[in-house]
């Protein structure tokens, strides 16, 4: 009865060791995924925040959204009048 014991125990012991290998492997790959993600945010939002003055931007009338949301301040348009 005791050596039984002792085998269950084991191999619980077994299982939740190859359980936290599995989680951690896991962990590890989804925190590099992360990682690239955010990488790529962060190159995205550059791309935009360098079109914003773009000709479709403007046309869509998209450019202060887009500014908005990439927290970025674009002055007021100048109201004096130029000759």
């Not at 190159?43 to 403007?58: D, K, Y």
Request: with cysteine.
């Amino acid at each position: 009865s005791a050596q039984r014991s002792r085998v269950k125990k084991r191999q619980h012991i077994e299982t939740l060791l190859e359980t936290f290998t599995q989680s951690q492997n896991e962990n590890q790959s989804l925190s590099a995924e992360n990682k690239m993600l955010l990488e790529e945010n962060a190159r995205l939002r550059r791309l935009l925040a360098e079109h914003l003055a773009c000709s479709v931007t403007l046309r869509a009338g998209t450019r202060e959204l887009l500014a908005q949301e990439l927290d970025i301040n674009i002055p007021a348009p100048d109201s004096r009048t130029h000759n």
